[in-house]
């Protein structure tokens, strides 16, 4: 049953660290999604890759948050310096063209 | 831009009887759409999806929706609601152009089932 995974899947840290979220995409997917989910904004869009290449990071802070995806197999989201307005549940997607998207069980970072 | 559009914050239905879930979307051309069930603490699972053709689409766990392009409307409905389908549904929209893109969700609904 192949599934979507995420690293951490709680994460609890002070205002000012790095924080670091790990995804792993379904086996021959082409496209990776990350969202944010809070209670105020809902699921928001932050940023997303097709062929490991970005394709859209409009939605995301860029002055502190960045998405990489060193291989297939790996996307990252980082935050440098975290502040409490970060906390919330961070889900990663994947997919392919047909734009179903299968998603993870989140990462719940909350910023002291 | 496409938004989608929620109203109903909550809702509360008796056990075993009927559930509709409000859906509108704006889009300027041909959607995609779906609808995703969140239980708490959980990730979004996949209900059902409408890319084209027939307008009811069949989900899992007893769910259908019904495209109406003429109201803008992809509503979710089930005859009989269980206990175990209490949680947060969410509707979403993707432009239908080639290759995958950001889904744009509503505010979502809770669904409050009552013994």
């Known amino acids: 049953d192949a599934r979507v995974t995420q690293t951490p899947r709680d994460k609890v840290t002070e205002m000012g660290q790095e924080v670091t979220m790990r995804c792993q995409p379904i086996?021959?997917?082409?496209?990776v999604f990350w969202y944010r989910q809070t209670m105020m904004q809902g699921l928001e869009l932050l940023a997303y890759?097709?062929?490991?290449?970005?394709?859209?990071d409009s939605g995301m802070p860029k002055d502190r948050f960045s998405a990489e995806m060193p291989d297939a197999t790996l996307a990252t989201l980082k935050i440098q310096p975290s502040e409490p307005r970060d906390s919330a549940v961070y889900f990663c997607a994947s997919g392919r063209d047909d734009n179903e998207q299968f998603f993870g069980p989140g990462t719940r970072l909350t910023v002291l | 831009a496409q938004s989608v559009t929620q109203p109903d914050i909550h809702i509360t239905v008796s056990e075993g009887a009927s559930l509709e879930l409000r859906c509108n979307y704006s889009?300027?051309?041909?959607?995609?759409l779906f609808w995703y069930v969140q239980s708490p603490g959980q990730g979004l699972q996949l209900l059902l999806k409408y890319f084209s053709g027939d307008t009811l689409v069949q989900g899992i766990k007893g769910f259908e929706a019904e495209f109406k392009r003429s109201q803008s409307s992809f509503n979710l409905r089930k005859p009989s609601v269980h206990w175990s389908d209490a949680a947060e549904y969410f509707c979403?929209?993707?432009?239908?152009?080639?290759?995958?893109?950001?889904?744009?969700f509503g505010k979502g609904t809770h669904l409050i089932i009552q013994p």
């Open positions: 889009y300027g051309a041909t959607p995609y």
């Open positions: 979403a929209v993707v432009g239908s152009g080639g290759g995958a893109d950001g889904l744009t």
């Open positions: 890759f097709r062929n490991r290449a970005p394709l859209d």
């Open positions: 086996l021959g997917h082409n496209t």
